[in-house]
């Protein structure tokens, strides 16, 4: 037990996963839970995802000690607003939003004196999204990133830190800027990269749509899946993340030009050269335990793809 | 028994694979086979891979009814040129080259005129290269698409296709042109930016490559697959492809100015609208067998990815 009552605001892939993991871990005596749409809180209590889903978010973090932001980070502000007055003395305000500078900004002036608001993000999730898509092994062997400000309060950072140690996850401290530099690499340039490919495929006359499909096994189906994420969350993170995101897609065009250029001029040993560097990565990303060795990501379960 | 004998010329992922498929699924009497490394060739012996492995291509081709070329397009010249004088009279000619046009101006005008030339490429790959890398059933269920000339000779034709069917591949027919057109779109474009993503986030100085490994769970990992491909083999597509693949790039580009200008002043519904669109291209490909269904191209072997 890490905290007595938790309130999960927004019940998405996050929350929904967080729920399972904390009740799996028994981290919680109680989770009570607030979803802006019915058809997702009625999938809530049917998987029996928390103790209660309440009809706003000031009754559902009533008597709560930690507070989960789980809805798209545009809602946040007018959340914070809403259920600042409810929020009990020495409770715990956090998120798991993609972008951290932004909601700082947004959120830190709306948190009542004697409330701990420590910024997290995970750095996990699949392409899907909704209540039905969590479970409980979620964070397990990822990264949690806690963003805490100078002066946050070191025993409510460190529990914080301890409930996401228990759903498996490790947990990193990083300044709000940086973070957001680091998950602009990783995660909010490739997005974008993926979205915009997948719709110039879309948008072609010369190549139909079923030719799309059929050949997509020579790389292209590799983007769709995160071109399928949440269409609402992503708007929000390109937003919130605005001029990190623009800086690693200007030096993203800016490279890009340049192996266009040598492909048109016929520079076969500058390709060459640039395609031996990038295997290291991924040796990297593999002996870190953040992606799997089988080939294809192991998608078959064929002789080659046992371990 | 669909041919009596065999060649393939070069033994990577492909050419390991068409061998163990061929013998399985007994196509062949015997499988001959050429690989210009030493290395390569005690591998393939190991592995048991093809009755044998000849120190030249001239005496691999002698008296087989179908040579596969299987190595690096730009290699398909000077290959054919060697074994020409070789080729039995009514033997077919192929390849598995990931460009048709260019090897198509490349290997016909030195093809023997009893000889069947009939391009092909089969849709199917891993990241590994290699053989050891090559698997049975690499090709089952995937497409090969065949682009043969106006005036192939229609039974040596149905004979290779049968040859790819046989080995569990739906077989297509397609002009040449219109075959580089649809890789560029599924293939070529999507490895030149992995490649050129990868490569961005291993030059930047404020990101360290440690952060790029630990957090590269959301989203650039799935990048880093194609981008550790096989540097040779990419390097001669985009010379091989050019022109498509230059294309394809620049519409690319132009959708990609948009997004971030849309980034830049906000518009949020150009964004959402964007991104809600390209769902249903993967939907199409789920539908389609061309991909897993399972979250994370099942990469993790948890509850929530029991189909």
Redesign the interface.
């Known amino acids: 037990m890490i905290y007595r009552r938790i309130a999960l605001i927004g019940m998405g892939l996050v929350a929904s996963s967080i729920a399972l993991a904390a009740k799996r871990h028994g981290l919680a005596e109680r989770i009570d839970g607030h979803a802006k749409s019915a058809s997702t809180s009625e999938l809530a209590v049917e998987r029996g995802l928390v103790d209660k889903m309440h009809a706003t978010p000031e009754e559902a973090v009533d008597g709560a000690d930690l507070v989960v932001l789980c809805t798209p980070v545009?809602a946040f502000g007018s959340i914070v607003e809403r259920i600042a007055p409810f929020l009990g003395k020495g409770a715990t305000l956090s998120d798991v939003g993609?972008v951290k500078s932004h909601v700082i900004k947004t959120v830190a002036p709306l948190v009542p004196e004697d409330v701990h608001f420590i910024p997290a993000h995970p750095?996990?999730?699949?392409?899907?999204s909704g209540p039905q898509?969590g479970?409980?092994?979620l964070f397990e062997g990822?990264?949690c990133?806690l963003t805490p400000g100078a002066d946050a309060d070191q025993e409510a950072v460190d529990r914080l830190a301890g409930f996401w140690n228990a759903m498996g996850a490790q947990v990193?401290f990083m300044d709000a800027d940086h973070h957001d530099?680091?998950?602009a690499?990783?995660?909010?340039?490739?997005?974008?990269?993926?979205?915009?490919?997948?719709?110039?495929?879309?948008?072609?006359r010369?190549?139909t749509?079923s030719?799309?499909?059929?050949?997509?096994?020579?790389?292209?189906?590799?983007?769709?899946?995160?071109?399928?994420?949440d269409?609402?969350m992503?708007?929000?993170v390109?937003?919130g993340n605005?001029q990190a995101?623009?800086e690693?897609?200007g030096?993203?065009?800016e490279?890009?030009?340049a192996?266009?250029r040598a492909?048109?001029t016929?520079q076969?040993d500058v390709?060459?050269k640039?395609?031996?560097?990038?295997?290291?990565?991924?040796?990297?990303?593999i002996e870190?335990g953040?992606?799997?060795a089988l080939?294809?990501?192991?998608?078959?379960k064929?002789?080659?793809n046992q371990p």
Chains 1, 2 share one sequence.
């Open positions: 545009s993609s750095i996990a999730g699949t392409e899907h898509s479970f409980a092994e990822r990264w990133i990193d530099l680091v998950l690499v990783t995660s909010h340039a490739p997005h974008l990269i993926a979205y915009t490919m997948v719709g110039v495929a879309d948008h072609l010369r190549v749509s030719e799309v499909i059929k050949y997509s096994a020579a790389g292209f189906r590799d983007f769709t899946r995160i071109a399928a994420s269409p609402t992503w708007r929000d390109f937003l605005k995101t623009l690693i897609l030096r993203f065009t490279e890009l030009f192996l266009q492909i048109r016929d076969g390709l060459h640039y395609f031996r560097e990038t295997r290291e990565i991924r040796r990297g990303i870190a953040q992606d799997t080939s294809d990501f192991g998608r078959r064929d002789s080659e």
